[in-house]
Nanobody, 117 residues
Framework: VQLQASGGGLVQAGGSLRLSCAASGVIRSINAWAWYRQAPGKQRELVASAISGGRTTYGDSVKGRFTISGDNAKNAVYLQMNSLKPEDIAVYYC????????????WGQGTLVTVSS
């Protein structure tokens, strides 16, 4: 299984970006999706997660601005990011907890989001 993230780029403060992440390979089911980010010099942190059944959680710094959504039919997850701030600058990683022949966690390669002030 591979996760391919895309959608990062440069945006002005207050702007929006939509990140996408698609899983490929033999996938039986998906238990949960998540987006993490890692800013320069900082630890990786959870941005948002969505578990099978629809429950979502968000980091305090992105609540009300970011929205995670999954499309299990397409084995994909999205992160809509609105009202972006310079403090959102980071490499964003998608994460999937899914079932192939075993249950395992997978990571995408990361996509860089840069916000200009």
């Amino acid at each position: 299984v591979q996760l391919q993230a895309s959608g990062g780029g440069l945006v002005q403060a207050g702007g929006s970006l939509r990140l996408s992440c698609a899983a490929s390979g033999v996938i039986r089911s998906i238990n949960a999706w998540a987006w993490y980010r890692q800013a320069p010099g900082k630890q990786r942190e959870l941005v948002a997660s969505a578990i099978s059944g629809g429950r979502t959680t968000y980091g305090d710094s992105v609540k009300g601005r970011f929205t995670i959504s999954g499309d299990n039919a397409k084995n994909a997850v999205y992160l809509q990011m609105n009202s972006l701030k310079p403090e959102d600058i980071a490499v964003y990683y998608c994460n999937a907890d899914l079932n192939t022949f075993v249950r395992k966690e997978y990571w995408g390669q990361g996509t860089l989001v840069t916000v200009s002030s």
